[in-house]
């Protein structure tokens, strides 16, 4: 998908991008370059992240014996 770069730079994320990707109005966008490219990554709060975890394998999680503090 391409979108143009205004006058005043900047640009529309297309409505079927909106809505596949959850974006609503002023939610914070972090925008990430990479080796001459630009990422954008929806920044999520923290409320929105709880039970994103759940289930999640803890076996191999280290204690604080095995770090070199």
């Known amino acids: ?3 143009t770069l205004s006058p005043k730079f900047q640009i529309v994320i297309p409505k ?3 809505e596949d ?3 609503k109005k ?3 966008i972090e925008l990430i370059p990479l080796k001459g490219n630009i990422i954008l990554v929806p920044v ?3 409320e929105d992240m709880m039970g994103t975890l759940k289930g999640m394998d803890t076996s191999n999680i280290r204690e ?3 770090r070199n503090i």
């Open 16 to 18: 079927e991008m909106r």
């Open 21 to 23: 990707l959850k974006l």
């Open 26 to 28: 002023g939610m914070k």
């Open 44 to 46: 999520k709060r923290l």
């Open 64 to 66: 604080k014996t095995d």
């Open 1 to 3: 998908m391409t979108v």
